[in-house]
Every structure is written in C-alpha cells, then in structure tokens.
C-alpha cells in the first residue's frame, strides 16, 4: 500500500469515528421496562434519553418520555418543563400528573417504593418531561462554556431539544403540539412557543404543530406580580383588617421598592412579614416545613449537590422530596434509566 492510500485510510478513519463522535451525541434513547422501586414490569411506554443542544454538542438534555395510554398515535404531546429554574423533571412525573408516585413512608436505608398514578394525564397525552435547563436533573454539560445559562439561552435551547427529538421522533409530528409548565416556567414557556411560531412561519423543518401552551401557578415576572402579593394575602385570611388597610394607606397601594424614608409604610410591611413568616406560602393549611435542600444563598452550591438532604417531618408535603434523592441517587435506579457517568 502506497503513502498516500495509507494516508486517505487514516483520513477516512478520523472522518468516520468524528461523525461516530457527533452522533452519539445529538440524541441518544433507550426504552425503559423495569424500574427499581416499582414491583413488576412498567405497564406503560418509558423511554429516557438525551438529545444535544448546542453547537459542539456539550450541553446534554435528559428527558423521560410517556406514551399515550389512549391513543399515542393521535393524542397531544406535551412537552413539559417544570419551575425552579432547576426543578428536576422528576417532580412531574413522580409528584404532580405523571403516571408514577412515591409510596409515602418512614425512610429506612433502603430504596423508596414507587406505585401507579391513576390519575397520570399520560393516560390521555404523549408527554416529554425535560430536565432543563443545563445543570437540571440528569442533563449536563461537558465544558464550562455550557454550564452557563440564562433564561433566553434555555429557551433556545429547549426549542432545539423538541426540533432534535421530533426529527428523531417523526410518527409524533402530526400530533397536536403543546409546552406546558408550572411556576419559573411561566417565564420561559412563552418564549418556547414563540420560537416555535416564528420557526413554523419561515418554513423551518420539521414544521411543528403548535396548538398552545398551559402554565400552572406562573411566574410572571415583574412588579405587579410581587405587589399582588400584599393583597392576597389578607384575602386569604393571613392579615387583619386594621393592618391590612394602615399598609394600603401609608404604602400607597404600592410594596415594592419602598422609599425607606416612609417610615410607616416600612413599619407596616415589617409586620406583615412577621405574621407570614411561619405559613407555608404555598399551601397555608399545611406546616411550613423545613427545605429539603436549602436555598442556594444559604449554602455553597457544591455541597447542595454532594451533602444529603435535610430530613422533613414525616407530615410534611416535602418528605417525599427526601424519598425521591434517595431513590434518583441509587446506582440501580440511574443504570436503569441509562443516566450517564461523567
């Protein structure tokens, strides 16, 4: 064999294992029958994988997606971000509308018990729940470049995950399209779909079949949403009426950016925290719980990810939180889903 044949065989090789390179990381799936935790095979479709979506592949996107009980050739697809930002995908799927749940019980070392949602919305829908953005759940990114992340990069990128997936993925483009989400995702989801309507109106392929998108409890952005806060809470019962109508009066209405020089207003908003301070703001009949891991001012970030969680009363809504670190962090369980080591 001559120089220059041995030479274009070297070539040709390089080529060959780049795109091998390339492919492996644009999007990878594996179907998912068993799971630790839940007795028996999964009587629904599981299907997790990770799909690229950046330039040079390192930003890794992990998602689970469920078929449709009903009819999945028919039935919407529903890509669903939950809040946080940094909420795992893991909190739909086990806590809110997907077809499993934790089995509630006293935490002993051994792995948490999962059971059959009967109220799944995948009884009706196609649903791809997504760990976004970057740094969520099991998505990663393998340069320092990537980790970083704003709200508009997230959503461009979690545009690309669903163009990536449904390219991969074509028995489900005709299927009505939906983005759903719940609290930060209020942020994020509008841009989604706008990307989507502006991708559908110039003809980018695949074209996708947009119908909406649905948000649950949003965050909005802005002051009026923070403002609203004041009010709502005294119809809720949480703030006397004397108290209540002297911060409407001395705060003219307005408890955001106060000027510290208004002195009453100030006193007004002190005590209004004082009497909020111990109510689960999110479900006021129940305790107010300790976090299952704190808040990232309170604690370096590191650690929030390589210390175990705080241990919640067993009363308390959070405890299946707990239950859920043990189990996504048990070897078994990730070697299942085809988590990946990096």
């Known amino acids: 064999m001559t120089g220059l044949s041995q030479l274009y065989l ?36 599981l299907e997790t994988g990770y799909v690229s979506v950046s330039e040079f592949n390192d930003v890794q ?47 002993n070392g051994s792995l948490p018990t999962l059971e059959l949602n009967p109220n799944s919305w995948t009884r009706v829908a196609n649903i791809l729940f997504l760990d976004s953005p970057v740094g ?21 990128q979690s545009y690309s995950f669903i163009r990536k997936w449904l390219t991969d993925h074509p028995e489900f483009l005709s299927n009505p399209l939906y983005i759903g989400g719940v609290s930060y995702s209020g942020v994020i989801i509008p841009v989604i779909a706008q990307h989507i309507s502006d991708g559908v109106e110039v003809g980018n392929k695949p074209l996708l079949n947009l119908k909406g998108y649905l948000l649950g409890n949003p965050v909005t952005g802005g002051e009026l949403e923070t403002n609203s806060k004041v009010p709502f809470a005294y119809r809720m019962g949480l703030l006397s009426d004397e108290l209540f109508e002297s911060a409407k009066k001395n705060c003219g209405g307005n408890y955001v950016n106060v000027n510290p020089s208004n002195v009453q207003c100030t006193k007004d908003l002190q005590a209004i925290s004082e009497c909020t301070s111990r109510i689960n703001s999110p479900h006021i009949l129940e305790p107010s719980c300790i976090l299952v891991t704190p808040k990232p001012k309170e604690i370096n970030s590191s650690r929030i990810i390589h210390s175990p969680p705080h241990t919640p009363g067993f009363e308390c809504r959070s405890y299946g939180y707990m239950l859920s670190y043990y189990w996504a962090n048990d070897k078994r369980v990730r070697m299942a889903l085809n988590v990946r080591k990096r």
Do not use: M
């Not at 040709?12 to 028996?40: A, K, M, R, T």
């Not at 946080?84 to 799927?93: K, M, N, R, W």
């Not at 990663?140 to 461009?156: C, I, P």
């Open 10 to 45: 070297i070539s040709l090789c390089f080529y060959l294992l780049h795109l091998l390179d390339f492919s492996e990381f644009v999007v990878s799936q594996s179907i998912v029958q068993y799971l630790p935790g839940f007795n028996g095979p999964l009587p629904f479709y």
């Open 61 to 107: 996107l992990f998602y689970y997606f469920v078929k449709s009980e009903s009819n999945p050739t028919k039935d919407p697809l529903i890509l669903w971000l939950s809040g946080g930002p940094g909420c795992s995908a893991l909190t739909a799927l086990a806590f809110e509308f997907g077809p499993l749940h934790f089995k509630i019980a006293e935490y």
């Open 136 to 156: 969520t759940g099991f998505s990663y990114s393998r340069s320092f470049q990537g980790s970083y992340t704003t709200d508009t990069k997230s959503a461009q």
